[in-house]
């Protein structure tokens, strides 16, 4: 079984931070890309921002310069560092990742159950 669990969302000030992390855990042999994404509500869920096994970096162009994922391969864990954030940055941040269990042959992606951030005075 393998697991992704969020933590970090809150209620926030614009002009405020956030620290996102998403842990995997599980019978897992590899992982190569993990990914941000979020939903608004009564919108799409839209991917922010992904890092490949080996570090490079995409962002949607909304959250450059404010946005930072990042990884820790050896914890298995990715990261989202949330800065100058704005009220239309209110969503559910969801992390997902594509990985190879132990035994497997494939490798599938997986999702965190998502963790609510507003931005809000």
């Known amino acids: 079984q393998v697991q992704l669990v969020e933590s970090g969302g809150g209620l926030v000030q614009p002009g405020g931070s956030l620290r996102l992390s998403c842990a995997a855990s599980?019978?897992?042999?590899?992982?190569?890309?993990m990914r941000w994404y979020r939903q608004a509500p009564g919108k799409q869920r839209d991917l922010v921002a992904a890092?490949?096994?080996?570090?490079?970096?995409t962002y949607t162009d909304s959250v450059k310069g404010r946005f930072t994922i990042s990884r820790d391969n050896a914890k298995n864990t990715v990261y989202l560092q949330l800065n100058s954030l704005k009220p239309e940055d209110t969503a559910v941040y969801y992390c997902?990742?594509?990985?190879?269990?132990?035994?497997?042959?494939?490798?599938?992606?997986?999702w965190g159950q998502g963790t609510q951030v507003t931005v809000s005075s």
């Open positions: 997902n990742a594509d990985l190879q269990r132990l035994g497997g042959m494939v490798f599938n992606t997986y």
């Open positions: 890092i490949g096994s080996g570090g490079s970096t």
């Open positions: 599980g019978n897992i042999l590899s992982i190569y890309d």
